[in-house]
């Protein structure tokens, strides 16, 4: 990239909408590898796209922190699909002091910019969505993490489900550590990787796990075991949505992984919202496949490699 041109592409812009990141550096959370525009020195970028995140604190967030990156009259780009966020974009960006205009496509608003000499607001927005401690977790956690501020109710029952463990596992999809917390209360427990796609629930799990048999990686699972074989044990409460709309092929994805990195006769415990059909893909993959408990419109799956 020439050194007086520093470009930026927050998240994948759909093909169909023919937008130019070309050279342009990954600042998304939810691409492994990708920089933080947190560490990001104060204008600094030359032009930014942004496909923005579909929750109201963690949208405003990234907003902010993005108009703080680029350089005073840099041209942005930023979009959302309508009912993930679009709609609000236009009068967020009004608030922050930005002219801008805006257009729609492929069920996407697009609001075309530049930044303001003097921003509006910058400060609250990225205070109000910055990492902090949730009394009610006792654990780091931040807003547009999977139920940042409270247990969900399929950990709950996972957690309150789980036999003591014992060897190698993996936490798939660790998110702020939540489970590797109850994981790792036994002794028996060799070592634990903890795994998310998420930079901030990684950097939340290094705060919130102290514990020398742990170790947290940010990885994709979709892409395969992460260099994990022959594991005793895996946990997980996979995902099943994707930018806000729902994907179960987050979670198969997740189950055919956790598949290839456990050795014959390690155990997968699942914990699922119970409408999902978990069963019919892990049978295929497992020996044996139990429902261990049920309860507050989830379940507890253990499958037996």
């Known amino acids: 990239m020439d050194a007086a041109r520093r470009r930026g592409v927050y998240g994948s812009p759909a093909e169909g909408l023919q937008l130019d990141v070309a050279e342009a550096m990954q600042l998304s959370p939810l691409v492994p590898g990708a920089d933080a525009l947190e560490g990001l020195t104060a204008e600094s970028l030359t032009d930014l796209v942004m496909v923005a995140p579909p929750g109201t604190t963690e949208r405003r967030y990234a907003l902010a922190l993005a108009l703080q990156a680029l350089a005073p009259e840099a041209p942005f780009t930023v979009l959302a699909p309508k009912d993930k966020g679009g709609s609000r974009l236009a009068h967020e960006l009004d608030a922050f002091g930005c002219a801008f205009e805006e257009s729609g496509k492929r069920h996407h608003r697009i609001c075309t910019g530049r930044r303001p000499v003097r921003p509006e607001g910058l400060g609250a927005a990225i205070a109000a969505g910055a990492p902090r401690r ?172």
């Not at 998110?175 to 998310?196: E, F």
Request: aromatic content about 6%; overall charge positive; hydrophobic content about 45%.
């Open 134 to 305: 949730v009394g009610a977790l006792g654990l780091w956690s931040q807003p547009g993490l999977f139920s940042w501020d409270r247990l969900d109710p399929g950990s709950a029952l996972l957690i309150e489900t789980l036999p003591p463990l014992a060897g190698k596992g993996g936490d798939f999809g660790c998110g702020i550590g939540v489970l590797a917390h109850a994981v790792l209360r036994s002794p028996k427990v060799k070592a634990l990787t903890l795994i998310d796609i998420d930079s901030r629930a990684v950097e939340a799990a290094r705060r919130n796990v102290d514990d020398p048999r742990a170790e947290i990686r940010w990885a994709d699972l979709r892409a395969g075991t992460a260099g994990l074989a022959n594991l005793d044990f895996v946990v997980m409460n996979p995902p099943f949505h994707q930018g806000g709309i729902e994907d179960q092929g987050l979670g198969r994805g997740f189950v055919a992984t956790a598949a290839k990195a456990l050795r014959r006769g390690g155990v997968l415990w699942l914990t699922a919202n119970r409408h999902l059909p978990y069963e019919s893909v892990l049978k295929p993959l497992f020996a044996r496949v139990e429902t261990r408990a049920e309860g507050r419109g989830f379940k507890v799956l253990a499958a037996h490699r």
